[in-house]
Every structure is written in structure tokens, then in C-alpha cells.
């Protein structure tokens, strides 16, 4: 049984599963070089290079109101399938108006658990409530389930959001749902996101951001468990914006986005602000926690959505719940939702109770002539060893790595990354001007799993395979590493077997035996703006039109280094 999966909007991505086996999972970005490539045409021609047809198409979006063909009403990719395979049937399942529950669903499959309840905290999911004593239109923002294998699920609890002032609350279709000023808690973090001069989903800078501010009780974006609406004017489904016309503070700063390379004009309020969305996510998220708890009566809790990429905040509810056992969706933004609705189609028609819980996030296309026909013109490529490259890191140098399937998600774990050493103490400003990021914004680093809490604080958490939480350095460390240490005393962390990535392992164990230090600075392999390169092809492109010089390519054991030659476009 062949299941291919798409997310049409931001995050456009493809899974193709055989039975329950996954195949692969590529966001379109990576194949395209478009970022937020919201189409996956490019990803169902992928999956045709693995089977000649496909049995189940699942569509996700935020809704069903998917763009048509002309001269009939299929949809377009439902079209492009029969073409590919024409006389062979197969079914179309429209997942748009259950975009919530495909969060869940994929938490809750990858997550191990038997059962266990899903909070999903999202910006503004499927639309639009339809209700008697509402003259408005919604959208799910967060909600609470409970989920058993193979396919049993239950909605304990949904808010809606609304540019109105409406409220309600009730029940549609047996659900609690509530419609307030609280009106979501991604929304607010856009809006402020935006205000400081990024595109709305960009939150992770200004997560970056929040530790250089302080408590300002001129800031106030919510009220209690509600959104402040005189702070923060809502615009669904689109990203709600900052009242700057409200303040003369905000008006003054607002569209002033200079600061983003130079820090002496940051200000302190553009910082207080960033602090203050943070703090207040955490504390509606510590509440809804706490209903999920209520509601279900269960402690395992699986989390998706957008905002389940906030390492901070996910790190924060393990100091706060203790005896909750967390799992954080590493693909939590909408593609991952792919993952979640075709093993549901399986385990319908299947009735499998098999647990599949992701243990890899290598997930991309797998091909054995990667290195075929590459043309290093331009480069000298000579044999080397992990001992070599070692050594070149620890004199200073920044290489690239590359070497086998690449990461799914927004984390680079070590198959397509760019490397450091982490005891250089200007060494985030080094990198930050190399990739032309934000001044302000921190790097992650990889730690042998073994050696991990000799470093770091995991509170309850045994590793961090995905790279979810940004934990706390241990104090006595925090000087050894400044350069993946950011102002809060936090590093956002993945720890490394050997059976996980025996490569990269290996390097870091031969850094260690150099330097004493059982850790490398480890970032996505790209420059600001672009994807995670997917192609040995596109990283010598990186390469060369950059101050990156060396890449390493493990599989093959050799060290690529840049001549010099002009920069091309």
C-alpha cells in the first residue's frame, strides 16, 4: 500500500510511505530552492522515482478549499496523480478541515506513547466555525486531545480565534470550545515577531531576542490567560500585528529594522518587548498544560503546532512539570502533518497496532550516486580523516559537513551542517557574519551522549536527540564553550550516539581527544534567507558564493577546500 502524503501552504512537504514504512520526508523548499515553497509538486515527482503508483493521496492544508483544475472541479494534484498513473485508481483524503487532529496524530504515532494526551498550540488552523450564536469567522488555535493506538481519538477542548470582540462558550459537535480575547498564543508571538521587523513566522528570532530584555510593565501582551487587544490587534488567518499607533514609544521604533545588524541601536524596548512575548507564552502555556492534565487525567503529553518549536519554552515546562513526561514534535510545524495522516489512513484500513516511534530524523531522499558526476572545478579535494578534520576545526577553521540523507525539520544534526569550535569566545559573532544572520541570535552545539550531563542540565529528559530544548549550560562550563552559550546561561543541545550518526560521532569524540571538550558548535548548512542545502551540488554553490571554504564529506572520506575564484549568484 502506497501513501503519499502533501502539505500545501508554508511548510509544503511530501512523505511516501510503503505500508507503514517511511520512505522519505522532503520539504519542498530543499528541492526547489524557494524558501516557504508551499506547493510539493516537486516532492510527488520524488516519490514517483520509488513506486509507479500511489494507493492513498492525503492532502493537508487549513482547509479543503483546495485550487481546482479548469474545465472540471478536481484538484490540482489529485490531477497531476491520475496523470501520472492513468487507468490505476486511488483515493483522494482531504485533511484540510482536520488540521489539528494531524498534528496530534503525528506527535502522538512518533512519540512511542501507547496512549497519551496532545496539546497542539498553533496560529491558525482549519476554519471556520460555524455556529448559530456567532456572526463572525474562527480559527482553531488550541486544542486538547486524547489519542490510543491504532486509530482512536478523542477533542477534549478547542479556542478559536476571531478578529472580533465575540465570545462564546459552548460545545460543537460534543466539544468544549471557547472563542475569548485569548486568542492565541502564536498569534501574539507574530505579531510581535513582526513588529521587530521580520516575517511573521520567523518567531525563532525573536525567541533569540527575548533573553537581552527585562520585566517592562509598560509591555503588556496579555491580560491573565487573555491577549491584551489594545496591545496586539488580531488579523486572521494572516499574522496579527503590534497597536503601534496606539503608543508613541512603538510608533517610533516601528519599521526600523537597522538594529538587526547593528546592536547599538537595538534600544532596550525592542528587547523588553521580545522578553515580554516569551515570558507570557510560557505562562499560557504552563495553563493549558494544566487543563490538558484536567481534562485527560493523563501525564503523558505529546506536543505539535508551530509553537512546539520553541526550545525555551519547551524547556521551561520541564523544570514546571516534573512529573509530566514530555514528548515535543521535532517536525511540529505544518509539513510534519503529512507523517501523522497517512500512518492514520494505514491503521484504518489496517487495523495495525504497531508502534512506530521516530527515532531518526534523517529522512530525506536516499541515493547512492550522490557523489556521481559532481564537478569540483574550482576546489581541491584531497583524501582526509575525522582526526584531520578534527584538527582543523580545533586551529580555527569552520567546515561544512555533508553526508547522507538530510535532516527533516527546522534542526541540522550533523548530515547537513555547518561546524565550529565552541571555546572560541567571539565565535557566534564569527559565524553569524559568515551566514549574515542577526547579531543577536545564538548557535546550538552537538554533545556526546555519554557526556552530555556532564555539560548541560536535561532536568528530566535522558537526551536530546532532536535538538528541542535550549537547557541550561552547567555554570562551571558556560566560560568553556562561550560560543554556543547564549547570554541566559542556555544552549539548545542535541546529544549524538554512534549507532545515531557514526560520522559525526566520530568527529566530535576526536575533538574531544584534541581539546578536551566533547562538543562542536553545529548549525544549519545555509546562509541567512536560503534552505538547508539538499545536494553536494548545492552546498558547493554555498560555498562558493560565501566566506565558508572547507567541507568535509565523510561517506566518501575526502576534504573539499575553495580556491579562489569571484562569487557567483
Given at each position: 500500500?502506497?501513501?503519499?502524503?502533501?502539505?500545501?501552504?508554508?511548510?509544503?512537504?511530501?512523505?511516501?510511505?510503503?505500508?507503514?514504512?517511511?520512505?522519505?520526508?522532503?520539504?519542498?523548499?530543499?528541492?526547489?530552492?524557494?524558501?516557504?515553497?508551499?506547493?510539493?509538486?516537486?516532492?510527488?515527482?520524488?516519490?514517483?522515482?520509488?513506486?509507479?503508483?500511489?494507493?492513498?493521496?492525503?492532502?493537508?492544508?487549513?482547509?479543503?478549499?483546495?485550487?481546482?483544475?479548469?474545465?472540471?472541479?478536481?484538484?490540482?494534484?489529485?490531477?497531476?496523480?491520475?496523470?501520472?498513473?492513468?487507468?490505476?485508481?486511488?483515493?483522494?483524503?482531504?485533511?484540510g478541515d482536520i488540521h489539528h487532529l494531524t498534528h496530534a496524530l503525528t506527535a502522538f504515532y512518533n512519540s512511542g506513547f501507547d496512549n497519551a494526551a496532545a496539546l497542539i498550540i498553533d496560529g491558525a488552523g482549519s476554519g471556520s466555525l460555524a455556529h448559530e450564536d456567532l456572526k463572525t469567522s474562527t480559527w482553531?488555535?488550541?486544542?486538547?486531545?486524547?489519542?490510543?493506538?491504532?486509530?482512536?481519538?478523542?477533542?477534549?477542548?478547542?479556542?478559536?480565534?476571531?478578529?472580533?470582540?465575540?465570545?462564546?462558550?459552548?460545545?460543537?459537535?460534543?466539544?468544549?470550545?471557547?472563542?475569548?480575547?485569548?486568542?492565541?498564543?502564536?498569534?501574539?508571538?507574530?505579531?510581535?515577531?513582526?513588529?521587530?521587523?521580520?516575517?511573521?513566522?520567523?518567531?525563532?528570532?525573536?525567541?533569540?531576542?527575548?533573553?537581552?530584555?527585562?520585566?517592562?510593565?509598560?509591555?503588556?501582551?496579555?491580560?491573565?490567560?487573555?491577549?491584551?487587544?489594545?496591545?496586539?490587534?488580531?488579523?486572521?488567518?494572516?499574522?496579527?500585528?503590534?497597536?503601534?499607533?496606539?503608543?508613541?514609544?512603538?510608533?517610533?521604533?516601528?519599521?526600523?529594522?537597522?538594529?538587526?545588524?547593528?546592536?547599538?541601536?537595538?534600544?532596550?524596548?525592542?528587547?523588553?518587548?521580545?522578553?515580554?512575548?516569551?515570558?507570557?507564552?510560557?505562562?499560557?502555556?504552563?495553563?493549558?498544560?494544566?487543563?490538558?492534565?484536567?481534562?485527560?487525567?493523563?501525564?503523558?503529553?505529546?506536543?505539535?503546532?508551530?509553537?512546539?518549536?520553541n526550545c525555551v519554552a519547551n524547556y521551561e515546562l520541564l523544570k514546571e512539570f516534573p512529573d509530566v513526561e514530555f514528548y515535543h514534535e521535532p517536525i511540529s510545524h505544518d509539513g510534519g502533518n503529512v507523517l501523522?495522516?497517512?500512518?492514520?489512513?494505514?491503521?484504518?484500513?489496517?487495523?495495525?497496532?504497531?508502534?512506530?516511534?521516530?527515532?531518526?530524523?534523517?529522512?530525506?531522499?536516499?541515493?547512492?550516486?550522490?557523489?556521481?558526476?559532481?564537478?569540483?572545478?574550482?576546489?581541491?579535494?584531497?583524501?582526509?580523516?575525522?582526526?584531520?578534520?578534527?584538527?582543523?576545526?580545533?586551529?580555527?577553521?569552520?567546515?561544512?559537513?555533508?553526508?547522507?540523507?538530510?535532516?527533516?525539520?527546522?534542526?541540522?544534526?550533523?548530515?547537513?551542517?555547518?561546524?565550529?569550535?565552541?571555546?572560541?569566545?567571539?565565535?557566534?559573532?564569527?559565524?553569524?557574519?559568515?551566514?549574515?544572520?542577526?547579531?543577536?541570535?545564538?548557535?546550538?552545539?552537538?554533545?556526546?551522549?555519554?557526556?552530555?550531563?556532564?555539560?548541560?542540565?536535561?532536568?528530566?529528559?535522558?537526551?536530546?536527540?532532536?535538538?528541542?530544548?535550549?537547557?541550561?549550560?552547567?555554570?562551571?562550563?558556560?566560560?568553556?564553550?562561550?560560543?554556543?552559550?547564549?547570554?541566559?546561561?542556555?544552549?539548545?543541545?542535541?546529544?549524538?550516539?554512534?549507532?545515531?550518526?557514526?560520522?559525526?560521532?566520530?568527529?566530535?569524540?576526536?575533538?574531544?581527544?584534541?581539546?578536551?571538550?566533547?562538543?562542536?558548535?553545529?548549525?544549519?548548512?545555509?546562509?541567512?534567507?536560503?534552505?538547508?542545502?539538499?545536494?553536494?551540488?548545492?552546498?558547493?554553490?554555498?560555498?562558493?558564493?560565501?566566506?565558508?571554504?572547507?567541507?568535509?564529506?565523510?561517506?566518501?572520506?575526502?576534504?573539499?577546500?575553495?580556491?579562489?575564484?569571484?562569487?557567483?549568484?
Amino acid at each position: 500500500m502506497w501513501i503519499l502524503g502533501i502539505n500545501i501552504g508554508h511548510n509544503g512537504s511530501t512523505a511516501l510511505y510503503n505500508d507503514s514504512e517511511l520512505v522519505f520526508y522532503i520539504e519542498e523548499e530543499r528541492l526547489t530552492r524557494q524558501k516557504y515553497d508551499g506547493n510539493p509538486f516537486a516532492g510527488i515527482d520524488l516519490a514517483y522515482k520509488y513506486t509507479d503508483h500511489i494507493d492513498y493521496l492525503a492532502i493537508c492544508s487549513t482547509s479543503n478549499n483546495f485550487p481546482v483544475v479548469p474545465w472540471n472541479t478536481e484538484d490540482v494534484y489529485s490531477s497531476v496523480i491520475r496523470k501520472k498513473q492513468p487507468g490505476v485508481r486511488f483515493e483522494t483524503v482531504p485533511a484540510g478541515d482536520i488540521h489539528h487532529l494531524t498534528h496530534a496524530l503525528t506527535a502522538f504515532y512518533n512519540s512511542g506513547f501507547d496512549n497519551a494526551a496532545a496539546l497542539i498550540i498553533d496560529g491558525a488552523g482549519s476554519g471556520s466555525l460555524a455556529h448559530e450564536d456567532l456572526k463572525t469567522s474562527t480559527w482553531e488555535v488550541e486544542s486538547i486531545w486524547s489519542l490510543e493506538y491504532p486509530n482512536v481519538y478523542k477533542c477534549h477542548y478547542k479556542q478559536y480565534g476571531t478578529n472580533m470582540s465575540d465570545s462564546f462558550n459552548g460545545e460543537e459537535d460534543g466539544v468544549p470550545i471557547e472563542i475569548s480575547d485569548a486568542h492565541g498564543i502564536t498569534k501574539s508571538y507574530e505579531a510581535v515577531t513582526s513588529f521587530l521587523g521580520f516575517g511573521p513566522i520567523e518567531a525563532g528570532k525573536t525567541m533569540g531576542l527575548a533573553p537581552y530584555g527585562k520585566p517592562n510593565d509598560s509591555i503588556r501582551i496579555s491580560e491573565g490567560r487573555f491577549t491584551n487587544r489594545s496591545f496586539i490587534k488580531p488579523r486572521f488567518p494572516a499574522g496579527n500585528l503590534i497597536r503601534a499607533d496606539l503608543d508613541p514609544k512603538l510608533k517610533e521604533l516601528d519599521g526600523i529594522a537597522d538594529w538587526h545588524v547593528n546592536p547599538e541601536l537595538v534600544g532596550e524596548y525592542r528587547k523588553d518587548l521580545a522578553y515580554a512575548v516569551q515570558k507570557s507564552a510560557e505562562d499560557r502555556v504552563f495553563r493549558l498544560i494544566r487543563k490538558t492534565i484536567e481534562l485527560t487525567g493523563k501525564k503523558q503529553i505529546v506536543m505539535a503546532g508551530g509553537f512546539c518549536l520553541n526550545c525555551v519554552a519547551n524547556y521551561e515546562l520541564l523544570k514546571e512539570f516534573p512529573d509530566v513526561e514530555f514528548y515535543h514534535e521535532p517536525i511540529s510545524h505544518d509539513g510534519g502533518n503529512v507523517l501523522g495522516i497517512c500512518q492514520y489512513i494505514y491503521r484504518t484500513v489496517t487495523e495495525d497496532h504497531f508502534k512506530t516511534p521516530l527515532t531518526s530524523l534523517y529522512l530525506g531522499p536516499d541515493s547512492d550516486d550522490r557523489y556521481d558526476n559532481i564537478d569540483f572545478d574550482g576546489f581541491d579535494v584531497v583524501d582526509t580523516t575525522a582526526r584531520d578534520v578534527a584538527q582543523l576545526i580545533a586551529d580555527g577553521n569552520i567546515v561544512t559537513l555533508f553526508q547522507g540523507r538530510s535532516e527533516a525539520g527546522p534542526r541540522a544534526l550533523g548530515n547537513r551542517s555547518i561546524l565550529f569550535d565552541p571555546t572560541v569566545k567571539n565565535g557566534k559573532d564569527i559565524v553569524n557574519e559568515v551566514k549574515r544572520r542577526e547579531w543577536f541570535r545564538p548557535f546550538a552545539g552537538t554533545v556526546l551522549s555519554e557526556k552530555a550531563n556532564e555539560w548541560f542540565d536535561f532536568r528530566s529528559r535522558a537526551d536530546s536527540p532532536f535538538m528541542m530544548y535550549a537547557v541550561d549550560v552547567l555554570a562551571d562550563k558556560r566560560d568553556i564553550i562561550p560560543a554556543i552559550t547564549h547570554v541566559d546561561g542556555t544552549c539548545r543541545i542535541q546529544t549524538v550516539t554512534n549507532s545515531q550518526n557514526h560520522h559525526y560521532y566520530t568527529l566530535i569524540s576526536e575533538f574531544n581527544n584534541i581539546k578536551g571538550v566533547p562538543i562542536l558548535f553545529n548549525t544549519s548548512f545555509n546562509l541567512a534567507g536560503d534552505p538547508l542545502v539538499e545536494t553536494v551540488k548545492e552546498a558547493l554553490k554555498t560555498l562558493k558564493n560565501s566566506d565558508l571554504r572547507y567541507m568535509w564529506l565523510p561517506e566518501i572520506g575526502k576534504l573539499v577546500t575553495k580556491n579562489s575564484f569571484e562569487k557567483t549568484n
